[in-house]
T-cell receptor
Framework: DTAVSQTPKYLVTQMGNDKSIKCEQNLGHDTMYWYKQDSKKFLKIMFSYNNKELIINETVPNRFSPKSPDKAHLNLHINSLELGDSAVYFC??????????????FGPGTRLTVT | SQQGEEDPQALSIQEGENATMNCSYKTSINNLQWYRQNSGRGLVHLILIRSNEREKHSGRLRVTLDTSKKSSSLLITASRAADTASYFCATPPPSGTYKYIFGTGTRLKVLA
């Protein structure tokens, strides 16, 4: 059974479009995350939700809007896509409530290409 | 600069050899984690070492932590071609936040 799943795996779109990436975890975790991995493999946290509440919102353009309809889902909507948004986006989850004491489980990633 | 920085950036070894990669960090931590990322896949957690631990083993993996030097090392013994991947260290800041910070990774290539 897949622990953390993301859809789609690949996303190719044109500048200016709006797109969404979905994430679901079946681990019963309380905390979910979105990360962006650039072409140099640098992984940077974008958002974190705990029990559907936004905990971390890094300096991400407000074109990016996460939504957590329930504890098991954290979706990422991106408006007005730009070339610089091209990257691999990873969803992750963890059991942790207090910060950092448990491992994170990652989804397979969504490779976004903006042309 | 980044909280976690791995060294070397890339490493190429023969099957059967040992691979050692290092991670340095800047602020105090309560634990440090190592992850593996195979090409085109998500990260997989390997091992977590707490700040009061100096060494931890898991199969062919050995992790050390030196909090005085703010550094950690990951040793993979008797490497296999399947160990070819990028390896990242991750440090969470002190308790109360959820902000894991990942290093830039070490790209390991094990030649058969």
């Amino acid at each position: 059974d897949t622990a953390v799943s993301q859809t789609p795996k690949y996303l190719v779109t044109q500048m200016g479009n709006d797109k969404s990436i979905k994430c679901e975890q079946n681990l019963g975790h309380d905390t979910m995350y979105w990360y962006k991995q650039d072409s140099k493999k640098f992984l940077k946290i974008m958002f974190s939700y705990n029990n559907k509440e936004l905990i971390i919102n890094e300096t991400v353009p407000n074109r990016f809007s996460p939504k957590s309809p329930d504890k098991a889902h954290l979706n990422l909507h991106i408006n007005s896509l730009e070339l610089g948004d091209s990257a691999v986006y990873f969803c992750a989850s963890s059991q942790d409530r207090s910060g950092g004491n448990y491992e994170q489980y990652f989804g397979p990633g969504t490779r976004l290409t903006v042309t | 600069s980044q909280q976690g920085e791995e060294d070397p950036q890339a490493l190429s070894i023969q099957e059967g050899e040992n691979a050692t990669m290092n991670c340095s960090y800047k602020t105090s931590i309560n634990n440090l984690q190592w992850y593996r990322q195979n090409s085109g896949r998500g990260l997989v957690h390997l091992i977590l070492i707490r700040s009061n631990e100096r060494e931890k083993h898991s199969g062919r993996l050995r992790v050390t932590l030196d909090t005085s030097k703010k550094s950690s090392s990951l040793l993979i013994t008797a490497s296999r071609a399947a160990d070819t991947a990028s390896y990242f260290c991750a440090t969470p800041p002190p308790s109360g936040t959820y902000k894991y910070i990942f290093g830039t990774g070490t790209r390991l290539k094990v030649l058969a």
